[in-house]
């Protein structure tokens, strides 16, 4: 295939790279020298030498068992494996002579003998690496053929050579809706189990039968690939050399002929993928190998849920209403634009220059974002301007800039592969972070220790080949509790780090912060009652996280959707500290971001009260930078969070709303208070791919563009810049960064930016760690963390190495207060919520793809003694109430969740799971407390009437007048 925009080096290399002192020997004539422990097969690589293979990929340890890489080695008897073989110094190695060629070739017979020869029809055709190995072993022909009247063994015609059924024979098992199975083709070469062990780390594939008999099985006997444990990674079908694990896309479209690198547009792991195309057609994404973040793995979103971009409910063409209650009209680019700045500077006009904002999309680029905030702050004159980050990370953003002094995590992910010690908090990586995941049960099964924090049982707590050493099933809102516990055991029994605290830590501060957390009333057996986690189990894994080497934390979403999310983000980092697991590789605090820009949103100024780069708008000497850039006079009050907006549009003070690749009405707490708060605006315009929940209330509606259309940059949770190319041209006509330049233009802003890389320049100029970063650097180098800037050129993998960025690290006070969100008589169970692996956020994009298959419906989790007393069954509609609504769906038994604890998604908006949610939030940030309501449960014949009402309005809001009208 002919790569398009890949500079690097993308040749499989046959076995892992390794790391230790150099190694000189010769191959074939050429002197050579790699690191210690490297194959004889990658160092004839090295070289630029071929040896042929087929059970042999550098992304998979050596296995050894095709025999088709044998060489001869000088001094040495027989023909080695070259891929298990390691270098020594002064070997002299022959890879081409006559017994080698022999010997290859009949191997390579063998294989054929048992193998359909239908290249010129098959799905693998020019991209198989059999036929490859076929070609370059000289094979020509097949000696291996049944004697007349007999039949011959084989695994790949459905009748024997008599005419009767074949019992080797196994049909393609074609149940996943992404790729097929067919056991005819498989060569047994163990890579596609092997992948699933080492790459993916969920054991779904074995090899069944010994011999001849021996094949590729997915689960128990009765099992498909869809009813097994697979999880549709790809990786076993991005390791099979040949086409017995094959993409639907690959045989529907043909073979790809040129590619781009790309990055996944679903979470903050930030994948690298090879677009392959024919044309401008997708045929498939392809895990990037080279990409830092991912190393060459993928999961089942980004490996193949991508057929939004091309979904019939896509909206290309600019639409707009006076009013809610009536249809959509479709208009030109240029009526809807001039509509859209004629309300808003209306709205200005009659209400003030603060009565309108916007909302960034962290699906979005930084340089869109960058953009949109501009937007808001140099043409509407005003800092209203949020970001989705409100409802999500940013208690992150303020508790480790409070500490640490910078509102990021503190390593890179490749840091997970030296941890000792791996505590996960609040995170479900496996499902919503499953990359990440990977490479953390990579390590696990190498040795490693966990200690889960969660209400619920998540799949790390046990699952193939690793079980967590503790888990600390808390009650949901007591995390504060737990965290200032271990942390009073680690102070109490002498186990903090002394030298560090003194070096590179308030020392003042640390010594008030001892005296509290000493305090018995926060000790393990004091909160036991409130946590509801065994003292002895607490003690023992602050212990472990104390003394068991590297310690590295990750959290989530359920560590800040909190009323006490802040304080938890600093009770983390105070763990951190007191043990010195703060600056070096293997240990760290590590937020794992939900979306895939969701960090690059918050870096380039969404929030209302900081510019780009975490500078509060406060600062005259900040906004002098960007008033200089922009020219215009910028606000120095901070401006309205995503909450202040809804209640200022319910009292009649902010009547217009930008907002962009954000679905509010679905993701936000509250569906109610939000719908009336949209419901009061004047002018709503809704800039997204679809016709979402929250365009139910929109006046303007903006076509936009998918990641696949975009040009630009996504910053993922470990801080990196990953390019963003385009790969078809936007099928809307315009680029979101173009459609927010048109409208300010329309608002008489000036704007004439011609391509993303000049708004990049812009965000360096005026952005401290963004100095060093520009495209050039981007394509040269891949990927940069920043900071990057002159004191960091290549930039930054770990934070804080040579002290904190703040200067001392700061000790903070984490005192435990309780929710306002109480269990009672008529609410006695507690609801928190989550994602699962197959859908992605509010499912706008996962929904329209074949990911439905597992998972067509949000479903309450209800642990079995709880249904019990509700007389309920699996499966039953169940009503699910709160205070501030009520709404029904499917009842799943499980002990996942402990007793008095349901748990539930929000994927999918018929069942809307966030009008049951409060509008309880963090005491510094607002970001609302998802994880904690208190709920009843109840029987249930179908939809609530509510439910039935919202589908109602959602019909009306969505019908569009034909073109003709």
């Known amino acids: 295939m002919k790569d398009f925009i890949i500079p690097w080096d993308d040749r499989d290399m046959g076995t892992p790279a390794k790391t230790g002192a150099p190694v000189s020997l010769t191959i074939d004539g050429v002197a050579v020298t790699v690191p210690e422990g490297t194959s004889v097969m990658r160092a004839a690589a090295e070289a630029g030498l071929s040896i042929p293979k087929l059970c042999a990929t550098d992304s998979l340890e050596a296995f050894g068992s095709c025999r088709l890489c044998v060489v001869e080695i000088e001094g040495r008897r027989g023909t080695p494996a070259s891929c298990t073989t390691p270098v020594a110094e002064g070997m002299v190695v022959h890879t081409q002579n006559a017994k080698l060629h022999k010997l290859r070739r009949g191997v390579m017979e063998l294989y054929i003998s048992d193998h359909p020869l239908d290249c010129l029809t098959c799905a693998a055709n020019g991209d198989c690496e059999l036929q490859d190995m076929a070609g370059a072993v000289g094979l020509r022909d097949v000696r291996y053929s049944a004697t007349e009247g007999a039949s011959i063994a084989n695994h790949f015609t459905a009748r024997d050579t008599n005419g009767d059924l074949n019992p080797e024979y196994l049909p393609k098992d074609e149940s996943n809706p992404y790729f097929t199975y067919d056991p005819s083709k498989c060569i047994v070469c163990n890579r596609c189990v092997r992948a699933c062990e080492e790459v993916q780390g969920t054991f779904a594939l074995t090899i069944e039968g010994r011999g001849f008999d ?195 995590g503190t390593q890179d992910f490749d840091s997970v592969a030296h941890a000792d010690v791996v505590v996960v908090i609040g995170a479900n990586p496996t499902d919503g972070h499953p990359v990440f995941a990977s490479r953390l049960k990579k390590r696990l099964r190498q040795g490693a220790k966990l200690i889960v924090i969660d209400p619920r049982r998540i799949d790390l707590v046990k699952s193939a080949h690793i079980k967590a050493a503790h888990h600390l099933p808390l009650k949901p809102g007591t995390n504060v509790a737990v965290v200032t516990a271990m942390a009073h055991v680690i102070v109490t029994e002498g186990l903090a780090n002394e030298a560090y605290i003194r070096e590179r830590c308030d020392w003042d501060e640390f010594e008030d912060y001892a005296e509290f957390i000493s305090d018995p009333r926060h000790s393990p057996e004091a909160v036991e009652a409130l946590t509801g986690v065994p003292a002895a189990e607490l003690r023992a894994a602050a212990r472990l996280y104390a003394t068991g080497g590297n310690g590295a934390i990750y959290y989530g979403l359920g560590v800040t959707e909190h009323s006490q999310g802040s304080t938890t983000v600093m009770g983390i980092a105070n763990l951190a500290m007191l043990t010195g697991n703060v600056g070096r590789e293997g240990v760290g605090v590590n937020p794992l971001r939900g979306q895939n820009n969701v960090q690059g949103s918050c870096d380039m100024g969404s929030f209302p009260h900081e510019l780009p780069g975490y500078r509060h708008v406060k600062n005259a000497d900040v906004r002098a930078i960007f008033e200089q850039a922009w020219g215009v006079e910028i606000d120095p009050e901070p401006g309205l969070r995503i909450p202040n907006m809804l209640d200022a549009a319910v009292a009649g003070k902010f009547k217009g709303l930008y907002c962009q690749g954000e679905d509010i009405l679905q993701s936000d707490p509250d569906t109610k208070h939000v719908a009336a708060g949209l419901a009061a605006m004047d002018c709503v315009i809704v800039h997204d791919l679809f016709l979402n929940e929250t365009a139910n209330y929109a006046h303007v509606f903006l076509p936009g563009s998918t990641f696949l259309e975009k040009d630009g940059t996504f910053t993922n949770a470990e801080r990196r810049i990953n390019r963003v190319r385009e790969v078809m041209a936007p099928k809307a006509g315009m680029a979101d960064w173009e459609v927010t330049q048109a409208l300010a233009n329309a608002m008489g802003a000036g704007w004439n930016y011609t391509h993303p890389s000049q708004i990049m320049e812009e965000i360096a100029a005026t952005t401290p760690s963004f100095a060093g970063v520009d495209y050039a650097v981007l394509e040269e180098k891949g990927s940069v963390q920043w900071p990057c800037n002159d004191a960091n050129p290549e930039g930054t993998p770990l934070m804080h190495v040579d002290g904190f960025v703040r200067g001392k690290g700061r000790f903070i006070l984490t005192e435990y207060v309780a929710t306002d969100e109480r269990t009672g008589p008529r609410f006695p169970l507690l609801l928190t919520t989550g994602r699962i692996l197959s ?113 109602a309005q959602a019909k009306a809001a969505r019908r569009i007048l034909p073109a003709a009208e």
């Open 839 to 951: 859908q992605y956020n509010v499912g706008a994009q996962t929904r329209r793809t074949e990911n439905t298959v597992w998972h067509e419906e949000d479903v309450l989790e209800i642990h079995p003694h709880d249904a019990e007393t509700r007389g309920i069954k699996e499966g039953d509609y169940v009503k699910l109430a709160s205070r501030s609504g009520e709404t029904s769906l499917r009842a799943k038994i499980t002990d996942r969740v402990s007793p008095g604890v349901v748990y539930t998604t929000f994927h999918h908006p018929q069942t809307q799971a966030n009008v049951i949610t409060t509008d309880f939030s963090d005491w510094a940030t607002n970001c609302p407390e998802y994880k904690v309501t208190a709920v009843q449960v109840s029987q249930s014949n179908g939809p609530t009437e509510w439910q039935e009402s919202y589908e």
């Open 214 to 408: 021996s094949r590729v099985s997915a689960g128990g006997p009765l099992d498909d690939f869809l009813s097994s444990d697979c999880v549709s990674c790809g990786a076993c079908v991005q390791a099979c050399p040949t086409a017995t694990l094959q993409e639907k896309s690959v045989i529907e479209l043909g073979t790809p002929q040129r590619s781009v690198v790309t990055t996944c547009a679903y979470c903050g792991v930030g994948c690298s993928f090879k677009a392959e195309l024919n044309g401008d057609q997708l045929v498939r994404m392809v895990p990037y190998k080279h990409g830092k973040a991912n190393r060459g793995h993928s999961c089942v979103k980004g490996r193949f849920a991508y057929g939004y971009a091309t979904h019939k409910d896509r909206i290309l063409n600019p639409m707009i209403r006076d009013d809610i209650s009536e249809p959509w009209r479709e208009v030109s680019w240029e009526e809807a634009l001039g509509f859209a700045a004629q309300k808003l500077r209306g709205i200005q006009a009659k209400y003030g220059q603060k009565s309108i904002g916007v909302i960034t999309s962290s699906r979005c680029t930084n340089e869109e974002t960058f953009l949109v905030q501009k937007l808001a702050r140099a043409v509407f004159g005003n800092n209203n301007t949020d970001t989705c980050a409100r409802v999500c990370h940013s208690p992150t953003g303020y508790g480790l800039g409070q500490t640490f002094g910078t509102s990021a």
